[in-house]
Nanobody
Framework: QVQLVESGGGLVQAGASLRLSCAAS????????MGWFRQAPGKEREFVAV????????YYADSVKGRFTISRDNAKDTIALQMNSLRPEDTAVYYC????????????????WGKGTLVTVSS
């Protein structure tokens, strides 16, 4: 059974940084890419960042390009999201997921999700 556990969320002021982590376990196919989504109160879950299926590229939402960086540790089957220059509009629950198709920015394309970690950015 695949399990994803996110950690690293918290309350920070605008301009600060946070690093989120996602640890996977039970994955039979570790070649499936992992990525990050977020969901703010009253809004739909939106794409943040993901690795390509080939593993040599990364994709980011326009709203986080240049501020967020996704990374991974294949040996530990974990991914991380370094978030810099945080803004109040980054406030959301951040989820990691396992991509099942090529539609990396569609939450329905993800097979498994963690329970999320809350990031709150105050102005």
């Amino acid at each position: 059974q695949v399990q994803l556990v996110e950690s690293g969320g918290g309350l920070v002021q605008a301009g600060a940084s946070l690093r989120l982590s996602c640890a996977a376990s039970g994955r039979a196919n570790k070649r499936k890419p992992m990525g990050w989504f977020r969901q703010a109160p009253g809004k739909e879950r939106e794409f943040v960042a993901v690795f390509s299926w080939s593993g040599d590229r990364t994709y980011y939402a326009d709203s986080v390009k240049g501020r967020f960086t996704i990374s991974r540790d294949n040996a530990k089957d974990t991914i991380a999201l370094q978030m810099n220059s945080l803004r109040p509009e980054d406030t959301a629950v951040y989820y990691c997921g396992v991509l099942g198709t090529s539609e990396y920015d569609n939450p329905r394309a993800y097979d498994h999700w963690g329970k999320g970690t809350l990031v709150t950015v105050s102005s």
